[in-house]
């Protein structure tokens, strides 16, 4: 039985991989598929949704991790290989991160019992599915002109505003990617800029939003729950390279339209499986 419960770990972390970055929600992917495969690894089912839901936010540190692999140059600040004024960009850079990220670090933690209580659900998802494949397609209908196309010439007003459209991802099924990216294009952000500031905004989120998971978790840590943990994590890492790879270079031939579909299509799909009792 365990090892069936170690096939559902990995499909969970693959599935993570994969949405966390692609702008379709990876929370909101996670909630609908854990309702399908409906992980045990407590045999208490209070002990086992205490974990499940530490868990699906936890194993997004595997995410982050192939953040910090991929784009370590850009990101460190102390690269020998760098002169003094690509160490200031550097740095200037994480602060543009940091600003960004206290809107939903503020009210992610004034909220969060609210947030996990009331909105995680499929009927949310499904909703916020819908509503934002739908603004992907307006806003790629806009045609709107980039005028921000490096991060160096991103300014802090900028990186706030992106912060604020970030407090909508606290709403399951949103995808955080998807409310920066959406956010970011529609103030003059080249889709490449959109993206990689919304990769190197997860950091702080994801690390801030894991911490909070794991303090707050009310059952300890087996042997089994803790190996099903890190191999989660590990498979979110490797299968989260590759989905960085592949979203950067699909931006670089086409637009986020085919997401808005797929997200319109998922949502009305569990919307209907909802209402039916599914």
């Not at 407090?167 to 959109?194: K, Q």
Request: glycine share 6%; proline share 3%.
């Amino acid at each position: 039985m365990y090892i069936l419960e170690l096939i559902k770990v990995i499909v969970l972390g693959i599935v993570q991989g994969i949405t966390e970055w692609l702008p379709i929600s990876s929370t909101g992917h996670l909630i609908l598929l854990n309702n399908l495969l409906s992980l045990k690894i407590y045999s208490d089912p209070m002990m086992n949704k205490e974990f499940i839901d530490m868990f699906t936010v936890v194993i997004q540190l595997g995410s982050i991790l192939a953040v910090l692999l991929l784009y370590f140059h850009k990101l460190n600040p102390f690269s020998r290989f760098k002169n003094t004024a690509q160490k200031k960009d550097t740095i200037l850079l994480w602060v543009h991160v940091v600003i960004a990220a206290l809107p939903a670090a503020i009210v992610g933690l004034l909220f969060d019992d609210f947030i996990d209580g009331v909105l995680y659900n499929s009927l949310t998802v499904s909703i916020t599915l819908i509503v934002y494949g739908v603004l992907f397609i307006v806003v790629e209908q806009m045609n709107k002109k980039s005028t921000i196309t490096t991060l160096k010439t991103m300014s802090f007003q900028v990186a706030f505003i992106i912060g604020l459209c970030q407090m909508l991802a606290l709403i399951p099924g949103t995808s955080r990617s998807g409310a920066t990216i959406i956010g970011a294009i529609l103030i003059g952000c080249s889709r490449s800029v959109a993206a990689e500031f919304s990769f190197f905004l997860a950091i702080p989120m994801m690390f801030g939003a894991s911490l909070l998971k794991l303090v707050k978790m009310k059952v300890a840590l087996t042997l089994a729950s803790g190996f099903a943990l890190m191999l989660g994590t590990f498979v979110a890492f490797i299968v989260s390279v590759f989905a960085i790879r592949f979203l950067m270079k699909f931006i670089k031939k086409y637009d986020f339209k085919p997401f808005g579909y797929y997200r319109i299509v998922l949502g009305v799909i569990v919307l209907i499986s909802y209402f039916l009792g599914g």
